[in-house]
Structures are given as structure tokens and as C-alpha cells.
């Protein structure tokens, strides 16, 4: 039996020599191997607990894959996002925290639309179905309708929607293109408030600097044509047959792109498009309302 301070502290010190300086990264995958959370892991700690040979030899396996550069949510298997804990792993797109505004700022207009009692989303895009997951939590009553076209990524979404859904989430497998992957979704009475993405948005042009990003996420999911525009565009035209008059478009996106969106927003006649900022102070999220007054 081993100390586990001792194991913890040379696991940090062999991903700090790897450039990855955060220490809670040890106590994550830690805290894995241990099937422990870490609160848990803190008390473990503090008591002075040892750690058997065979949990050593996984958490060394877990801090080489790590300082390979493999991301870390994919050793563990878990990425945290709202107040879920979702399954990601190779072939789908690991969330971000600051896609947590997205949902945040959908929860705040679908409350000015006076739609938070039982209220139509529709997500495309969906990877780990984390936005649309996350929006059906918030409200127990809404109907939640969520998009994927990757083979790799739909066994992820398939399972997260049936731990987190709670039922109200339906998962689709299709392109956006394809007419039937809205079926009954142009009806008057089952229109969604708002339609929320992050899709891929990366111009084919830009390989992105961190190694996690550019080995493990999927092409698919990061790459949109030359500006990185393309699926934005047809998500935004695809919205105007979907969307209610006064309903809402809300798109994740690079840095760099709020202005050329709101000016795709404002050449097709929508209405108040509008870019926030994340917590770093950085454009991420666009929005407009579709032309005519809210129902």
C-alpha cells in the first residue's frame, strides 16, 4: 500500500513537467480511479489513506494518457456541464463551461418571451446533447427536441439523453438538410421558442494550437468551410421555416465572427441580433428573434 498524498503529489509533479500545470488534473483522475468524488477524495486525504497497487497502476496508466496530451474527459470519461456530470469520450465534441451561456441566455429569453412554462427547443448540433439537456433541466416542463448527423457522436447523445432527459428530450439522428429531421416541428402548435447550436465554426483553414483539440475532437465538429460559416448559415436559413414569429436563433461561435453574424442576421431581416460576451470577455454567443411580434 502506498500514501495517497505521496501518489497524488507525483502524479501532479509528472503533469506539470508535461506543461500541465493545474493540479486539480491529478486529483480528477484521481479521484476516478478511486470511484470517489472529490470531496470524498479531500476527506481520503486528510485521514491519511493509503492506495493499493492495483488503483496505483490505473491512475499511472490515467497520468500517461494525460501527459500524452489525450483529454482529460476522455480518460475519465465524464465532462461536467450544468449541474450534470455528461459521457463523452473518441468521436464526440467535449463541452465547454462557456457554452454554459448559451443556456443561460436562452433561459432569459424564453422567460421575456413569457415561454418558460412549457416551452418548444429544438438544438442542432447536439454532440453530447448537453445545451438541450441542460435546457430541459431548467424547465421540468419544456419540450425538448435535440439534432446530431455523427455516427460517432449519436451512441454518446443516446446515452446522455436517457440518463439526463427524464423523458422530455427526443434525440434525432440526421443532417440538417434533411426535410424529415424537423418532422412536425413546422406546425403552428409545436414550433420551438428558440433554437440553440454550437456547430462547427472553425475555418478549414486554422489548425487549433492545443493538442487535446486538434488529436481527439472530432473534424466534424470543429470546421465549417473556408470563414467558418457554412453550417451557420444553414442553420439560420433552416430556422426561419422552423421558428415563430418573435421566436429566437441562438448560435455559439469563435471570437472573431459576432460581427459577420449579426450582419447574416440583419441582410435576412431578422430582428435585435445582439453578440455576448463569456466570462473572459470574449465573443461567444449571437442571437436575433425571427421578424413579427411574439405570441
Request: glycine fraction near 8%; include cysteine.
Amino acid at each position: 500500500m502506498d500514501d495517497l498524498r505521496l501518489i497524488r503529489d507525483r502524479a501532479r509533479r509528472t503533469l506539470a513537467a508535461a506543461g500541465l500545470t493545474s493540479p486539480s488534473e491529478a486529483d480528477i483522475l484521481l479521484s476516478s480511479c478511486l470511484g470517489m468524488s472529490r470531496g470524498e477524495l479531500e476527506l481520503a486525504l486528510l485521514r491519511g489513506d493509503a492506495i493499493d497497487a492495483d488503483t496505483k497502476r490505473r491512475l499511472e496508466d490515467a497520468v500517461e494518457r494525460r501527459r500524452r496530451r489525450e483529454p482529460l474527459q476522455h480518460i475519465t470519461g465524464r465532462a461536467p456541464f450544468w449541474d450534470m456530470e455528461l459521457e463523452v469520450g473518441p468521436g464526440v465534441f467535449v463541452p465547454r463551461p462557456e457554452t454554459e451561456l448559451l443556456v443561460e441566455l436562452a433561459l432569459t429569453e424564453l422567460a421575456e418571451l413569457g415561454s418558460t412554462d412549457a416551452p418548444g427547443v429544438l438544438e442542432f448540433c447536439a454532440g453530447s446533447g448537453a445545451i438541450a439537456l441542460a435546457l430541459a433541466r431548467a424547465l421540468p416542463r419544456s419540450r425538448v427536441v435535440t439534432v446530431e448527423a455523427s455516427p460517432e457522436a449519436w451512441p454518446w447523445l443516446r446515452r446522455n439523453v436517457a440518463r439526463y432527459g427524464d423523458g422530455r428530450v427526443e434525440a434525432r439522428f440526421g443532417r440538417l438538410e434533411e426535410p424529415s429531421i424537423t418532422t412536425g416541428l413546422e406546425q403552428s402548435e409545436a414550433r420551438p421558442a428558440v433554437i440553440v447550436s454550437n456547430p462547427p465554426y472553425i475555418p478549414s483553414r486554422n489548425v487549433p494550437q492545443e493538442p487535446e483539440v486538434r488529436r481527439a475532437d472530432p473534424e466534424e465538429a470543429l470546421f465549417s468551410g473556408e470563414d467558418g460559416l457554412d453550417l451557420i448559415c444553414a442553420i439560420l436559413q433552416r430556422s426561419e421555416a422552423l421558428l415563430p414569429p418573435g421566436g429566437a436563433l441562438f448560435l455559439e461561435h469563435d471570437e472573431s465572427q459576432g460581427p459577420a453574424i449579426r450582419a447574416l442576421f440583419a441582410a435576412r431581416g431578422w430582428h435585435d441580433p445582439s453578440t455576448h460576451q463569456d466570462l473572459l470577455g470574449r465573443d461567444r454567443v449571437s442571437r436575433a428573434r425571427r421578424p413579427g411580434a411574439a405570441k
